[in-house]
């Protein structure tokens, strides 16, 4: 059986497409948020990278061809940006940390 295949991939990557394009589409009014929008906001936004990061080490340990190239399709944009995916979940680990951080100096 081939990685996309199985139900469980599909509903998965569903399920993690749609909650992040709510979010993102909640996150517009981010700065309209009380206090504790912003930080349940942004434990969503935690689950979603963790979520995320997992269905990628998915791709990684798969030996499928289809996973591969598919790992390899999200490399390509972030290698001409200079970056790769260890460095692009940090670097939205630190901007969560920071916002974390802001919202509790705000208290």
């Known amino acids: 059986m081939g990685f996309f ?25 981010y700065g309209k948020f009380d206090r504790e929008g912003k930080r349940a906001f942004l434990e969503q936004m935690e689950g979603i990278l963790d979520r995320y990061r997992i269905f990628m080490k998915r791709f990684e340990l798969s030996d499928d061809f289809m996973a591969q190239m598919t790992l390899q399709q999200m490399r390509t944009p972030l290698g001409q940006l200079g970056i790769t995916p260890q460095q692009m979940f940090e670097q939205m680990n630190i901007a969560l940390v920071r916002m974390k951080s802001d919202l509790e100096r705000q208290a």
Request: glycine share 4%.
């Open 5 to 29: 295949d199985s139900e469980i991939v599909q509903q998965e990557a569903q399920r993690l497409f749609e909650d992040y394009q709510s979010l993102i589409q909640l996150g517009v009014n």
